[in-house]
């Protein structure tokens, strides 16, 4: 009963590919603001659209049972769902970086200005910067240019004047990324820090 | 006459791929086996299972009849012992192998007597007592697992709340290093013991802590830990959790290794730009770039000779394995996949390499043998994996 259960909330999940849009909705609290949401939308439908074999895999779902079901797709189901829900406000912003880079764009350093007047606003609040990469390159190099971006942003944040004490950094590599695939439009959102208030 | 086959076969793959490497014990004529019908009444699973395991290897091929055969094998039991009696077909010189007891642990005995087989009739180390440990999502989490060559003797190793990623083997097969993610930020180095299934701490900071690999005599491991500033290199007893800084750089580092000559290690580093693989002279701290091909070139894998080296060099988007001296001769693209390979470890039995490569849906283990750059599919898991270690 648990296995159909997780087959149908997977099924849901990702066939309809856009749970990190919709998951939020249900709590009524809007993760994404209206530009990010539209992009990510974007990134999902370009992606079904052109790349054929992931048109393939979401057919190839749908003929699944619930044996079939591995511990891999209900762990990703569930990443997708946590990362959608993890933040709101500026937090849940994310600054994006060029390939194999961890130079801060214009972009990037807006998004961090936003990110420090919050932490200004909420001055005990304590956050965890993750870096994460593109799917390119071996996992434990992508570790450690991860490290590299999350400490760029914890230094630009330190710069503002927002105490080292309050920012801390980890990296995930290429491990966790924000959308499953390949090709530069998912690369790219795919290389980015994402915020995370510690509990 | 006999071999005229695999003499042609060789002598086109030398004449395409250039290969020039010599291997330890290159061993390139198969050897012809012929294995006589199991007649007992029990024992079969170790009988077919030793015969699946043979039959992968393109150095091992079987033979209908006993006359055309180089090697005979035999197998019977008697009371709780399975026998095993190989004899040498042109000189009838013959060896005994006993398992006792044989029915519990069947997988076991059966990788242990193939291994027995293997190097009593090629002259080389057996593989089939190769433990493989990958880190998966196990339920939202990232755990680490622990495999036989077969893939038919899984075991989950950890049960943390954390992610835990990155586990390396040591070369006596009896601990695992691994990382795990601590809640908020920073990581922590544990070690498994396998005899005792004991999980202990090693060190934690706020830090990315990752073990390269065990030093050659698994006393100490060599791992790098870095900030987003500086990468340091470590070697860290298993022992008395000493630590000794090898060396630190503010370049991005990865992939502390043993190159197994006493007092050098490799690593992985992008001090000039793209990574490339460097050795350190413990001693004098000494660095030398080793690598001299200017694109991405990660995960270097040394054999026990210390003489040449594995790595995964990207190019076209690929991920593919190549192999090479340590003065950069003998340089040979090994895989010509479109698929990207991960994690190359040189076996022991210096003619196999062991990778992995996944798709959407799956990951395979892959065995490669070096002088035929046949791929073998050892396993594959319904899932993706990640860090594999091997030994």
């Not at chain 1, 393939?56 to 049972?65: R, Y």
């Not at chain 2, 470890?345 to 490669?368: A, G, H, M, T």
């Not at chain 2, 898991?381 to 270690?389: D, E, G, N, R």
Request: charge should be positive; proline fraction near 3%.
């Amino acid at each position: 009963m648990k296995k159909f259960i997780l087959f149908f909330l997977l099924l849901i999940l990702v066939a309809c590919a856009k749970p990190a849009i919709e998951a939020p909705k249900v709590q009524n609290e809007p993760v994404l603001n209206g530009k990010e949401e539209a992009v990510l939308k974007d990134a999902i439908d370009n992606k079904a659209k052109t790349d054929k074999s992931n048109l393939e895999e979401l057919q190839g779902l749908k003929k699944l049972s619930p044996e079939d079901i591995t511990p891999d797709m209900i762990a990703n189901a569930q990443h997708a769902l946590s990362d959608a829900t993890i933040e709101k406000g500026a937090l849940a912003k994310m600054i994006h970086f060029d390939f194999d880079s961890y130079e801060l764009t214009a972009e990037a350093k807006q998004v961090l200005d936003e990110v420090a007047k919050y932490l200004n606003e909420y001055k005990t609040l304590r956050i965890v910067i993750e870096g994460h990469c593109d799917e390119r390159g071996t996992r434990e190099y992508n570790l450690a240019l991860g490290m590299k971006r999350a400490e760029v942003a914890k230094k630009y944040l330190s710069d503002l004047g927002i105490a080292e004490s309050r920012l801390e950094i980890v990296s995930y590599g290429k491990d966790k990324p924000l959308i499953e695939g390949s090709g530069e439009e998912v690369w790219s959102k795919n290389r980015r820090d994402q915020f995370r208030r510690i509990q | 006459m006999k071999y005229l086959k695999y003499l042609i076969f060789v002598l086109l793959f030398v004449s395409i791929s250039g290969f020039k490497i010599e291997i330890t014990n290159p061993n390139l004529r198969p050897f012809r086996l012929f294995i006589d019908e199991f007649r007992a009444k029990h024992g079969e699973k170790i009988y077919s299972q030793v015969v699946s395991n043979l039959k992968m290897l393109p150095n091992i091929v079987f033979s209908n009849t006993r006359d055309a055969a180089d090697y005979e094998v035999s197998m019977n039991t008697e009371a709780d012992t399975f026998n095993a009696i190989l004899t040498n077909v042109k000189t009838g010189e013959f060896f005994t192998f006993k398992l006792k007891p044989f029915a519990t642990d069947i997988i076991s005995n059966a990788n242990l007597l193939s291994d027995k087989l293997y190097e009593k009739i090629t002259q080389t180390k057996g593989i089939f007592s190769t433990k493989i440990v990958f880190s998966m999502n196990w339920k939202g989490v990232r755990q680490i697992f622990l495999t036989d060559i077969t893939g038919k003797m899984f075991k989950k190793l950890t049960n943390n709340k954390s992610d835990s990623i990155a586990p390396k083997i040591s070369h006596n097969r009896r601990y695992v290093v691994y990382t795990q993610y601590l809640n908020g930020s920073g990581t922590a180095l544990r070690l498994i013991d396998l005899e005792t299934l004991e999980d202990k701490l090693l060190l934690s900071s706020k830090e990315i802590n990752l073990a390269g690999g065990f030093e050659k005599d698994d006393k100490s491991i060599l791992y790098v830990s870095f900030d987003g500033k500086v990468s340091r290199i470590y070697a860290l007893s298993i022992q008395d959790n000493h630590k000794n800084e090898l060396y630190r750089t503010r370049a991005r580092v990865v992939s502390p290794v043993t190159t197994f000559e006493v007092g050098r290690i490799a690593f992985v580093s992008d001090e000039y730009g793209s990574p490339q693989i460097f050795t350190l002279n413990i001693s004098d701290k000494k660095v030398q770039r080793v690598s001299q091909n200017p694109g991405y070139i990660t995960s270097p894998s040394f054999t026990v000779q210390g003489t040449h080296y594995a790595y995964i060099g990207q190019a076209n988007g690929n991920r593919n394995i190549y192999i090479t001296s340590l003065d950069g001769s003998d340089f040979v693209l090994l895989t010509h996949g479109k698929t990207n390979y991960e994690d190359p470890v040189w076996l022991e039995n210096e003619r196999f390499i062991l990778s992995y490569s996944f798709n959407k849906e799956s990951s395979k283990v892959i065995l490669i043998d070096i002088p035929t750059q046949q791929n073998i599919i050892l396993f594959s898991v319904p899932a993706k994996i990640s860090y594999m270690s091997a030994r």
